[in-house]
C-alpha cells in the first residue's frame, strides 16, 4: 500500500540551524505514528509543509498520493490538524467554533462535534478566551476529529491535558486507527506516544535519526530484574544465559539486566528457588535517549 | 447564522467596530450642518476665507473654489476635505491590516487553514468584508447627509451627495486593500497600518502642496486625493476618469493581496 503520508527528501532551510533536511518518510493507511524529536529538532517545520502553511525549499510532501501544496484544498478537506501553538477564537463558544469551521467544510451536521464534546467532557457554551489551556487543548482536539478525517496530524496534542483525558485521547487514536484512518502524532516525550503509537520516527537537529516499530522497540529495552533466592546461586549460574547479564548481589538478591526476550532467562531461573522477583521494564526512554546521543555523545536533548 | 464562511465570520467580527464609527460619521454630520446657518451667509467669513493663504486653500478645499458660505462648498471644506475621509481611511486602514495580518498575529490563522479553504479564497472573502463595510458606512454617511442638508437647508441634491460619498468609499476602500496587501506581505498588523497610513499621508500632502509648489504640479496626478476630489463632486458630480483611477488602485490592491497571501510562509 503507498503512504498516506510521504515525505521525499523533506528539505527546509531557514537562515541557519533550524528547519529539516532530506527527511524521507513514510507513514501507512491505518496506523498511529508517533514523531518525535526535542523542541526545535524540526517537528513542528515538517508538520507545517503537510498542512501547506510553509513550503519546502526542496524535496516532496505528498498526501493522499496529492501534493501538499498544489492540491493542498483537497488534502485538507480529509485532514484534521492540532497545532503545537493552538490559538483559537476567542469570542467564539466551542459551539460557535465547530460549526464554522462545520460550514467551512461543508458538514451537514455537527453531530461528529457533539459526541466528541460529551467523551471530552467539554463545555461547548463558554467563550473561548474564558476556558483554561487544557479545555482549549480539548477544543482543540474535537475540530480536528469532528469531520472523521482519513488522517489526523497533530502537533503535540496532549500537552497541557490530564492523564484522564490523556487517556480519553489515546482510545481515541486507538479506534481511529481500527477504522482504517491514520494518526500522525508528534511528542517530544516518547512516553506521551510509546502506548498508543505503532511505530515512531525520531528526528533530530532536523534529521530522521531513527524510523521503527514501538514493538521493536520495546524488545531492544533493558528489563532490570531484582530476584531474592531461596540461597544465593552459583557465582556463574547465569553466565551464558542469553540477553542476561548478571549487575549486582547482596547476599540473596541478585540485580539483572535482560536485554528483549526473557525466556532463556526465566528458564534458568526455574532452575533456582526463588522467594521473590521484581522487574521494572526499562523506559522507552532509556533507548531513546541512547540514541538521542549523537555519536559524538552529546546529548541533544 | 453569521457562522457560514470567511466573509460572514469577517463581518460578525466587525459588526460592533462599524456600528461606532456610523455613529462617530452621524455626529460628525450632525455638529457641521448644524453650525451652517450661522455660517451660511456670512460676508466677514467669506472674505476671511477668501483671504487664506494660498496654502492652506489647496488643503481645505474639496474640489472646486474655496467657497464657505455656499452649502456645498461648506460641507466641501468641513466634512470632504479632510474628516471624511480621514474616518473613513482610519476604518479601512484598521480592517484591512486586522483582516490577514491581525489573524496571523493571533495565531488563529493556523488553524483556520486547516479547513479546505485556499488561501486566496481566504483573503478574497476577507477583502469582500471590507469593502461591504465600507459600503454600509458609505450608506450611513449618505443618509445622514441626506438628512442633515435638508434640515439644515445646504442645498445640495441627494445626487452630488452620493457622488461625493462614493468617491470618499472607493477612496477608502483602495487603502484598506493596500493595508490588506501590507498585511498579507508582512505578516504584521503594525507595518500594514503604518505602510498604508504613511502612503496615505503622503498623496495628502502631495496634493495639497502641488496646487501651491509649481515644480510638484505634474506630480499631482499620482496623489489619490487629486482624484478623490478634483471632479468638485458636490457640485458637478462624479468625473469618470477620476473615480476610475481610485477604482483602479482598489482593484490592483485586491488583486495582489489574496496573490501576495498565496506565496507567504506562514512561519509560527
Given at each position: 500500500?503507498?503512504?498516506?503520508?510521504?515525505?521525499?527528501?523533506?528539505?527546509?532551510?531557514?537562515?541557519?540551524?533550524?528547519?529539516?533536511?532530506?527527511?524521507?518518510?513514510?507513514?501507512?493507511?491505518?496506523?498511529?505514528?508517533?514523531?518525535?524529536?526535542?523542541?526545535?529538532?524540526?517537528?513542528?517545520?515538517?508538520i507545517r509543509t503537510m498542512l501547506d502553511l510553509i513550503r519546502p525549499t526542496s524535496g516532496r510532501v505528498t498526501i493522499f498520493g496529492l501534493d501538499?501544496?498544489?492540491?493542498?484544498?483537497?488534502?485538507?478537506?480529509?485532514?484534521?490538524?492540532?497545532?503545537?501553538?493552538?490559538?483559537?477564537?476567542?469570542?467564539?463558544?466551542?459551539?460557535?467554533?465547530?460549526?464554522?469551521?462545520?460550514?467551512?467544510?461543508?458538514?451537514?451536521?455537527?453531530?461528529?462535534?457533539?459526541?466528541?464534546?460529551?467523551?471530552?467532557?467539554?463545555?461547548?457554551?463558554?467563550?473561548?478566551?474564558?476556558?483554561?489551556r487544557g479545555t482549549r487543548q480539548k477544543v482543540g482536539l474535537v475540530q480536528a476529529f469532528m469531520h472523521e478525517p482519513d488522517l489526523l496530524v497533530l502537533d503535540e496534542p496532549t500537552s497541557g491535558l490530564d492523564p484522564l483525558v490523556q487517556q480519553t485521547f489515546n482510545d481515541l487514536a486507538r479506534e481511529t486507527a481500527a477504522a482504517g484512518r491514520t494518526v500522525f502524532l508528534s511528542s517530544h516525550v516518547l512516553s506521551e506516544v510509546q502506548h498508543v503509537a505503532d511505530r515512531v520516527a525520531l528526528v533530530?537537529?532536523?534529521?530522521?535519526?531513527?524510523?521503527?516499530?514501538?514493538?521493536?522497540?520495546?524488545?531492544?529495552?533493558?528489563?532490570?530484574?531484582?530476584?531474592?533466592?531461596?540461597?544465593?546461586?552459583?557465582?556463574?549460574?547465569?553466565?551464558?544465559?542469553?540477553?542476561?547479564?548478571?549487575?549486582?548481589?547482596?547476599?540473596?538478591?541478585?540485580?539483572?539486566?535482560?536485554?528483549?526476550e526473557i525466556d532463556a532467562f526465566v528458564k534458568t531461573l526455574a532452575e533456582h528457588r526463588v522467594v521473590a522477583l521484581n522487574s521494572h521494564e526499562a523506559d522507552l526512554e532509556d533507548i531513546f535517549l541512547s540514541l538521542y546521543r549523537g555519536d559524538d555523545g552529546r546529548a541533544a536533548a | 447564522m453569521l457562522l457560514r464562511n470567511v466573509l460572514l465570520k469577517t463581518l460578525r467580527d466587525s459588526s460592533r467596530a462599524v456600528?461606532?464609527?456610523?455613529?462617530?460619521?452621524?455626529?460628525?454630520v450632525a455638529l457641521m450642518v448644524s453650525v451652517y446657518p450661522s455660517v451660511h451667509g456670512n460676508a466677514a467669513l467669506d472674505k476671511l476665507v477668501h483671504d487664506y493663504p494660498q496654502a492652506l486653500k489647496g488643503f481645505v478645499a474639496f474640489g472646486g473654489e474655496l467657497d464657505y458660505t455656499s452649502g456645498a462648498g461648506?460641507?466641501?471644506?468641513?466634512?470632504?476635505?479632510?474628516?471624511?475621509?480621514?474616518?473613513?481611511?482610519?476604518?479601512?486602514?484598521?480592517?484591512?491590516?486586522?483582516?490577514?495580518?491581525?489573524?496571523?498575529?493571533?495565531?488563529?490563522?493556523?488553524v483556520l487553514l486547516a479547513n479546505p479553504v485556499s488561501r486566496r479564497r481566504v483573503a478574497a472573502e476577507k477583502l469582500a468584508a471590507l469593502?461591504?463595510?465600507?459600503?454600509?458606512?458609505?450608506?450611513?454617511?449618505?443618509?445622514?447627509?441626506?438628512?442633515?442638508?435638508?434640515?439644515?437647508?445646504?442645498?445640495?441634491?441627494?445626487?452630488?451627495?452620493?457622488?461625493?460619498?462614493?468617491?470618499?468609499?472607493?477612496?477608502?476602500?483602495?487603502?484598506?486593500?493596500?493595508?490588506?496587501?501590507?498585511?498579507?506581505?508582512?505578516?504584521?498588523?503594525?507595518?500594514?497600518?503604518?505602510?498604508?497610513?504613511?502612503?496615505?499621508v503622503a498623496g495628502y500632502v502631495l496634493n495639497g502642496l502641488a496646487s501651491l509648489v509649481g515644480a510638484l504640479e505634474p506630480l499631482q496626478k499620482l496623489s489619490p486625493f487629486y482624484h478623490y476630489a478634483a471632479s468638485d463632486p458636490l457640485r458637478h458630480g462624479l468625473g469618470l476618469p477620476h473615480i476610475a483611477v481610485l477604482v483602479g488602485i482598489a482593484a490592483v490592491a485586491s488583486v495582489l493581496g489574496p496573490f501576495a497571501f498565496e506565496r507567504r510562509e506562514l512561519v509560527a
Open positions: 500500500m503507498t503512504g498516506v503520508v510521504r515525505l521525499e527528501q523533506l528539505t527546509k532551510s531557514y537562515g541557519r540551524n533550524r528547519g529539516v533536511v532530506e527527511l524521507d518518510l513514510t507513514v501507512r493507511a491505518g496506523e498511529v505514528f508517533g514523531f518525535l524529536g526535542a523542541n526545535g529538532a524540526g517537528k513542528t517545520t515538517t501538499a501544496h498544489r492540491d493542498g484544498v483537497d488534502v485538507r478537506r480529509r485532514l484534521g490538524y492540532v497545532p503545537g501553538d493552538l490559538r483559537l477564537y476567542g469570542r467564539l463558544t466551542p459551539r460557535e467554533l465547530f460549526s464554522y469551521f462545520g460550514a467551512l467544510r461543508g458538514l451537514r451536521s455537527l453531530s461528529g462535534a457533539e459526541r466528541l464534546a460529551e467523551r471530552f467532557e467539554l463545555e461547548v457554551d463558554r467563550p473561548i478566551a474564558a476556558l483554561s533530530r537537529d532536523g534529521r530522521l535519526a531513527l524510523v521503527d516499530e514501538v514493538e521493536s522497540l520495546r524488545a531492544r529495552a533493558l528489563t532490570r530484574i531484582e530476584v531474592t533466592f531461596a540461597e544465593a546461586p552459583a557465582e556463574h549460574a547465569f553466565d551464558g544465559v542469553e540477553h542476561v547479564r548478571e549487575l549486582e548481589r547482596r547476599g540473596p538478591v541478585v540485580v539483572f539486566h535482560v536485554r528483549g | 456600528i461606532w464609527w456610523s455613529l462617530g460619521l452621524i455626529g460628525l461648506y460641507l466641501g471644506s468641513e466634512l470632504f476635505a479632510l474628516m471624511v475621509p480621514l474616518l473613513l481611511l482610519v476604518a479601512a486602514i484598521g480592517a484591512g491590516a486586522r483582516a490577514l495580518a491581525g489573524e496571523e498575529e493571533a495565531g488563529t490563522l493556523d469593502f461591504l463595510e465600507l459600503f454600509a458606512l458609505g450608506a450611513v454617511l449618505f443618509l445622514a447627509l441626506v438628512v442633515g442638508c435638508r434640515a439644515a437647508g445646504l442645498g445640495v441634491s441627494a445626487a452630488h451627495l452620493a457622488a461625493a460619498t462614493v468617491s470618499a468609499v472607493v477612496l477608502a476602500a483602495g487603502f484598506g486593500a493596500i493595508a490588506l496587501l501590507l498585511g498579507a506581505v508582512t505578516g504584521k498588523r503594525a507595518r500594514a497600518v503604518a505602510g498604508a497610513a504613511a502612503l496615505a
